[in-house]
């Protein structure tokens, strides 16, 4: 996957951790991609979860994958959880799935 859109470019990026990565000249932003080389076994986990003023148990199911996230050319080993969910219906009934992947990269990594 790569990210073909920054969030907000326009905003104060002193206060992001990427926001040094951003240039003056928006157009060139930097290249941000996430390759996952391979999905493990499905997983679950407990976690508790405020819902509307409520502790709530629930089981979040993920596949942990081994992944590479590049920013701005450097590259980090990840290991992201991934959580698959059913998205909107397309063309001749197809149902797309979305994956959102999961993980914290720290600053010192990227260097």
Known sequence: MAATK???PSGDQSRRILG???PAAK???PKI???VAALGPLQSKEMTV???GKTEVREL???EADAEFEVAGKLVKVRPQCVV???NVVESGIRKL???AYFTVKGKDLG
């Open 33 to 35: 991609a996430l390759r």
């Open 50 to 52: 405020e819902n509307k």
């Open 6 to 8: 920054w969030c907000q």
């Open 85 to 87: 969910r059913p998205g």
């Open 61 to 63: 199911s993920y596949f």
């Open 27 to 29: 157009e060139a932003l």
């Open 20 to 22: 040094p990565l951003i």
């Open 98 to 100: 979305q994956m959102y």
